[in-house]
């Protein structure tokens, strides 16, 4: 199934959706190096092509760049900071924050000069309705003066009080602009003095802030660094040792190997001696099974099973059910060997949410195997510790074994299941089948898989 998704260059979502985390890793990693791959055959291609038919370039067009170059003949390329001018980038953004602090005060002190210059005028404003209605008053005095010196003095006393009377006047007008004028100018100067103070004490509070605020940038991007560093570090250790579990797998793997071809050897040396009369000793069975050897399986009771081939995915659930009736039922599966009823695990083709609900209220380990409707194969639910996961295992000719490249191949899925309660699935995950769940009502899930077996069935 995975070379055939490589051949196409896509998957199902509903089927992407039935593969775990893991499996989907391994299919991106797997998409992306069969891209690599055409991709680096098409450019030789081309090449090629070139090579043989060189490209014409159309005329006027001069077809490359050209750069300044420098007194060394190279090109010129300027580096901020390599020159002993150049300004360090620190002091450029010190200067850039103090000039807008400084242009931003001086943007509040304006407002602030406008709104004292404004009071100011309303009070000069008051000041000269007072002056208005104090000359009106002095007018009236002199007025009044001037008819009672008509009334009892001759007319040169009355002329010499009325002009007594005038100076008086102007003397006390003048008197008091000139008091207005330098109240006015002393405020004014006050005024002055308090924005220019204000707009200094501002302008440094403005950039103290911004000093403030860079130390909590600079501290919180050196606090993100160090975490991202112990992550990689963290994600490489964990690398590393899932790579050294991968390297004892593999050994693992080709000891198993050499042991299946010594018994093979055995078996041979066995039958010729047997030829000969001499009875030799059983060789010792092994405890997994390889690929060459699973190649060559049968089914339950020595019956050959032979697998049809078959498109991508199923187009239904009647597709499945006739798929497991034809194929995987006379090769005994979902049935225990030991017991010959039905296994605890073994469900029918229920959905992924289906067996969530089943798992979610389950322990650490729980587990059960279901028939899948999106390929021709089934998917292990387990219960983890934050959420359900789910592997797919595909049928193949050699046996059963997890989506992928490299994986462990079994005769069975009985085996595969006997296998990963001692073994984890996923290095990362370490997730190990230990507590089978069963039917959860009656009649199972699996009766129109297994009718024959119903009887048999595990309890509910």
């Known amino acids: 199934m995975l070379q055939q998704i490589l051949q196409e260059m896509y998957i199902d979502p509903e089927l992407l959706a039935e593969l775990s985390d893991e499996q989907k890793q391994v299919l991106f990693v797997k998409m992306r190096e069969e891209q690599v791959r055409r991709w680096k055959d098409s450019e030789m291609k081309l090449e090629i092509e070139d090579k043989k038919n060189p490209r014409k370039r159309k005329p006027g067009r001069k077809g490359f760049v050209k750069f300044l170059e420098g007194s060394d003949g190279h090109e010129w390329v300027w580096v901020m900071g390599d020159h002993s001018n150049d300004r360090r980038i620190e002091d450029i953004l010190e200067e850039e924050a103090k000039t807008d602090a400084l242009r931003k005060a001086e943007l509040e002190m304006e407002k602030l000069r406008q709104y004292e210059e404004k009071d100011l005028k309303e009070r000069l404003e008051l000041e000269q309705q007072d002056v208005e209605a104090a000359k009106k008053k ?14 009892y003095q001759s007319i040169k006393e009355a002329r010499m009080v009325a002009q007594r009377l005038e100076e008086e006047k102007k003397k006390e007008e003048q008197k008091r602009v000139e008091n207005l004028r330098s109240s006015f100018a002393q405020e004014r100067r006050v005024s002055m003095e308090k924005v220019e103070k204000a707009k200094r004490r501002r302008s440094n509070e403005l950039y103290v802030r911004w000093k403030e605020m860079r130390r909590q940038i600079e501290k919180t991007a050196e606090e993100e660094s160090q975490e991202v560093e112990d992550n990689w570090h963290f994600r490489e250790k964990q690398a590393k040792e899932a790579e050294k579990q991968m390297q004892t797998l593999a050994k693992r793997a080709r000891e198993e190997h050499r042991n299946s071809l010594r018994l093979t050897s055995g078996v041979i040396s066995a039958a010729s001696a047997f030829a000969e009369g001499v009875k ?3 060789p010792p069975k092994p405890k997994y ?20 081939k078959r498109s991508m995915r199923p187009k239904n659930k009647d597709d499945v059910v006739k798929w497991f009736l034809e194929e995987e039922k006379p090769q005994g599966v979902g049935i225990d060997p030991k017991t010959k009823a039905v296994a605890t695990w073994f469900h029918g083709v229920i959905s992924r949410v289906d067996a969530e609900l089943m798992l979610q209220s389950k322990t650490l380990g729980a587990f059960l195997v279901r028939v899948s409707e999106r390929v021709w194969g089934y998917t292990i639910s387990y219960r983890a510790e934050d959420r359900c ?14 989506f992928g490249a490299n994986q462990v191949l079994h005769a069975s899925l009985h085996e595969v299941i006997e296998f990963h309660k001692n073994n984890p699935i996923t290095v990362m995950g ?31």
């Open 289 to 308: 099974l390889t690929q060459n050897a699973l190649a060559s399986q049968n089914g339950i009771g020595g019956t050959k099973v032979s697998r049809k």
């Open 138 to 151: 002095l007018e009236e005095e002199i007025r009044r003066k001037k008819e009672e010196a008509e009334m």
């Open 389 to 402: 996961k789910h592997f797919l295992i595909d049928t193949s000719e050699a046996g059963y074994q997890f």
């Open 280 to 282: 030799p000793p059983l």
């Open 430 to 460: 370490g997730e190990k089948l230990r507590h089978p769940v069963g039917q959860s009502k009656d009649p199972p899930d699996y009766q129109g898989l297994l009718q024959s077996k119903i009887l048999e069935s595990t309890s509910l």
